[in-house]
């Protein structure tokens, strides 16, 4: 376990790479602490977490290296005010889990290949967090926010050959910005927010290519999301519709033209660009 001590920040340097059979690899807790992997690897079997930051531990710094292996690559459970990035993250069942904890930022990382979530946001304690300038590719669902999440952000992320979903937001989760993503390839809907989101959503400025379904999908006819903002989008060549937005607010802006469906846009007005 890693721990703070006297001076601030604590800064703690892999000097090899390590295998861990069972549990969690390395566990973080405390305030001030940088974790430098230094470009080594950390690999698991399957369970446990690579790097698991909890008990309110807060301005954790976690950088630089390969985390594969593992239940979670990283996890974040109720710790505020960390910072993950330039890690790779692959071959674990979820890249990065983010439970009932806030103001974190993940960035900047290479998640792919994980056998479920790139990135998860799970619970009511999960606010304010923010997901950007990752690549996120291959796994099963890219980015998901759930579980009743507050005003967490995913920005400029770029989320490729997601299984099913590339961004999604479900569960009662409120107050989430989608915005300025590129998205493609996805086996089901490119963008989905379920229509069990909570209010305030904003989807905006992404630019959605390839999905198998719709490229971005928000409620449905028979359950709408009239607070929904969807704005300056651009959605082009997937399966069925461009945006599939029934009741939301319409931002403007939006563009979808190439869509498996000639409607190419449904709830928001579409220019072909």
Known sequence: MLTS????????????NLTCPTGNAITVRGQDIVLDLKGRTLTGAGQGNGVLIDLDSSNVEVRNGTVRGFQYGVRIDTATLNRVWNLTLTGNQRGMDIANAGRNVLERNQITANRGDGIRFGGAGSRDNTARQNVISGNVWGVHVADGGIDNTVTQNQVSSSGNFGISVSGGSSG????RNVVTDSGQEGILIVSNAGGGTVVGQNSVSGSAWDGIRVGTVDAPLPDAVVVQNTSTYNGFLGINAPGVTDGGGNVAYGNGNTLQCLGVVCSAG
């Open 5 to 16: 001590g006297a001076t601030a920040p604590t800064v703690y340097a892999l000097s090899t």
């Open 176 to 179: 989430t910005t989608v915005s």
